[in-house]
Nanobody, 123 residues
């Protein structure tokens, strides 16, 4: 049974940093992603990474966030720097098997999701 579990969320002041983690079990994947959903807004992509280590970011994350993975441990991380109040949201990790090898932070193709971890950035 597939299971994804996020950890590491919390509260931080604007300009601060936070690193969140996700562990995947019970599922064979070749694409992992981070997504977020702020209160009253739709879920949006943040970053994605494939097994080869190729990373993609949305504009809001580019230059501030870094996605990485620990393949032997089936773990994924998101290092978030220079956080802004607009980054406040629940952050979700997700996994999928991509038949064509594509791996971008578009939430629609992802099939397995974690329950999320809250990140709050105060001004």
């Amino acid at each position: 049974q597939a299971r994804l579990a996020e950890s590491g969320g919390g509260s931080v002041q604007a300009g601060g940093s936070l690193k969140i983690s996700c562990v995947v079990s019970g599922y064979t994947y070749n694409c992992l992603g981070w997504f977020r959903q702020a209160l009253g807004k739709e879920r949006e992509g943040v970053a994605a990474i494939n097994l080869g280590g190729s990373e993609t970011y949305t504009d809001s994350a580019q230059g501030r966030f870094t996605i990485s993975q620990d393949k032997p441990r089936n773990k994924m991380f998101l290092q978030m720097n220079n956080l802004e109040p607009e980054d406040t949201a629940s952050y979700y990790c997700a996994a999928r098997w991509s038949r064509d090898g594509s791996c971008t932070p578009d939430p629609h193709p992802f099939t397995h999701w974690g329950r999320g971890t809250q990140v709050t950035v105060s001004s």
